[in-house]
């Protein structure tokens, strides 16, 4: 197998389609990366112009040219944000709130978060909690109460749950089981 010999400004991420646009003017070259990147999947603004200025794009030029890409549909964060809900919800059962936070660590302005995130009624957003614990029910099993009720609250609250929804889900859910829960120890959560 040969092996390619690599230049000192070489990148690992560098292509021979990257090295064809150094020669070609900054709005170009902005053109070419951003139509590379967004055929791979849906990118906000934010994220184009964060690639667009590690590759040293001038930040006037990047703007020019995000701002035309918003222009002719190629660049919708409101139609990112919303997409993002709708599969990180039904893939990762993921709520609201961790799903507000991922959209801001991808630059999604707040209004259009907040507008995506309505998506979710609270009943659709507790029947997914049900399905959650259900699935994660069973390798609970041998454990006592208070351990159970941990671990499942637990998984909840780390995909964004509020506590006391969680907590309502996870009793019933044991309820269901058999399970006592009119003592629970609900500290410390």
Known sequence: MARRTEWPDDSPDSSRAEKELSSQDPAEQARGICLRLLTGMPRTRKQLADALRKRGIPDEVADEVLSRFEDVGLIDDAAFAGAWV???HHGRG?????????????????ALIDEAVAQLDPEQEEATARELVQRKLR?????????RLRRLAGMLARKGYP???????VRRALE?????????????F
Not at 163 to 169: N, Q
Not at 176 to 187: N, Q, R
């Open 163 to 169: 506590e006391g929804l969680a907590l309502r889900v």
């Open 86 to 88: 709708e599969s990180r």
């Open 139 to 147: 390798s609970t099993r041998g454990l006592d109460r208070d351990r």
């Open 176 to 188: 269901e089981e058999g399970e006592d829960t009119e003592d629970l120890d609900v500290e410390g």
């Open 94 to 110: 993921l709520a609201r709130r961790a799903l507000a936070r991922e959209l801001r660590t991808k630059g999604v302005d707040s």
